[in-house]
């Protein structure tokens, strides 16, 4: 079957840096995708690895190793607005579906 | 543009009523996706349409009947649903030679 495992929540100050962990244990894998959902709101695509390797925007950054079924997001400065849940992503088919992780609740505080 | 709309924002239904939520998109995308979402949980894929075609149904309960009438809009209606069914249903979009999907706000479905 397919797994994927993050840290159910992180907490840290503004102007942090905060990384998130994923492990993904896959019958396939084409990549890697972030998406961040605030309360209430849609998921949004933040970031996306098929190789390995750090892949940044802005202050956002993902990385990703393929030997290690592991990747991780990197968020710099971290701001108020930032609090949200981040869903590590695979496509592990074919078929451009995506399995998610059960997603790490980021919490920023002044 | 990247954007999804989905109508309505919020349906609140009996378990014998008829509705339907609407997706539509302008990006040209041919790939249309419906997942739910329980709070404090990740989306659930429930239909994959690819160029209008139904090419995934995760062996969802026949009470959700998706449809793709062309391919800017993607339909999913709604009969004798149950309070379980309760969720946030989400639409999302891809296009070719990329894994990115773009969602829609959703429809905050009650089932009472």
């Known amino acids: 079957g397919q797994s994927l495992e993050q840290p159910s929540e992180v907490t840290a100050v503004e102007g942090a840096i905060v990384q998130i962990n994923c492990t993904y244990q896959t019958s396939g894998f084409y990549g890697l995708s972030w998406y961040q959902q605030h309360d209430g709101g849609a998921p949004t695509f933040l970031s996306y690895n098929a190789l390995d390797g750090l892949e940044e925007t802005g202050r956002f950054s993902s990385f990703l190793s393929r030997s290690d079924s592991y990747g991780y997001l990197l968020l710099q400065e971290l701001q108020m607005k930032d609090s949200a849940s981040y869903f590590c992503?695979?496509?592990?088919?074919?078929?451009?579906?995506?399995?998610f992780g059960k997603g790490t609740m980021l919490l920023v505080s002044p | 543009d990247t954007e999804v709309t989905q109508t309505p924002k919020h349906l609140v239904m009996g378990m014998t009523n008829k509705k339907s939520l609407k997706c539509e998109q302008h990006?040209?995308?041919?790939?249309m996706y419906w997942y739910k979402q329980k709070a404090k949980k990740p989306p659930e894929l429930m239909f994959v349409?690819?160029?209008?075609?139904?090419?995934i149904n995760e062996s969802v309960p026949s009470r959700f009947s998706p449809e793709c009438p062309n391919s800017s809009l993607l339909n999913l209606h709604l009969h004798a649903l149950q309070p379980e069914d309760s969720a946030l249903y989400l639409c999302?979009?891809?296009?070719?030679?990329?894994?990115?999907?773009?969602f829609g706000p959703g429809t905050r479905l009650t089932v009472l």
């Open positions: 990006m040209g995308h041919r790939a």
């Open positions: 999302a979009s891809r296009g070719g030679g990329t894994d990115t999907q773009y």
């Open positions: 349409y690819s160029y209008e075609k139904l090419s």
């Open positions: 992503a695979v496509r592990d088919s074919g078929y451009s579906t995506l399995t």
